[in-house]
């Protein structure tokens, strides 16, 4: 078993900033990938951001320059700065993670959201 633990939505004004943070937990042997997607109301969950494991990073256009993902390997934590948020950021924002269990299996595993409103 996986557990994500997400925390840092609420409410910014529009050009103000949030972090977010999710931590994972549980029979972890190693972390895949670790990210963050978002669905805003009547659209599609949608990449925002994610790390991959040796560094790699990748995130949506819509996003570059202004929201930056990192990890703290110590705590299976990873973190998303958020700066110069728009109305077009509002969405329910999800953790992912995909690990290697200590059983020896590949799991996916999503958080349950964590809400980022933004007010113009």
């Known amino acids: 078993q996986v557990q994500l633990l997400e925390s840092g939505g609420g409410l910014v004004q529009a050009g103000g900033s949030l972090r977010l943070s999710c931590a994972a937990s549980?029979?972890?042997?190693?972390?895949?990938?670790m990210g963050w997607y978002r669905q805003a109301p009547g659209k599609q969950r949608e990449l925002v951001a994610r790390?991959?494991?040796?560094?790699?990073?990748d995130y949506a256009d819509s996003v570059k320059g202004r929201f930056t993902i990192s990890r703290d390997n110590d705590k299976n934590t990873v973190y998303l700065e958020m700066n110069s948020l728009k109305s077009e950021d509002a969405a329910v924002y999800y953790c992912?993670?995909?690990?290697?269990?200590?059983?020896?299996?590949?799991?996916?595993?999503w958080g349950q959201g964590t809400l980022v409103t933004v007010s113009s």
């Open positions: 549980g029979s972890i042997l190693r972390i895949n990938v």
């Open positions: 790390m991959i494991s040796g560094g790699y990073t």
């Open positions: 992912n993670t995909v690990v290697l269990s200590r059983g020896g299996r590949y799991l996916e595993v």
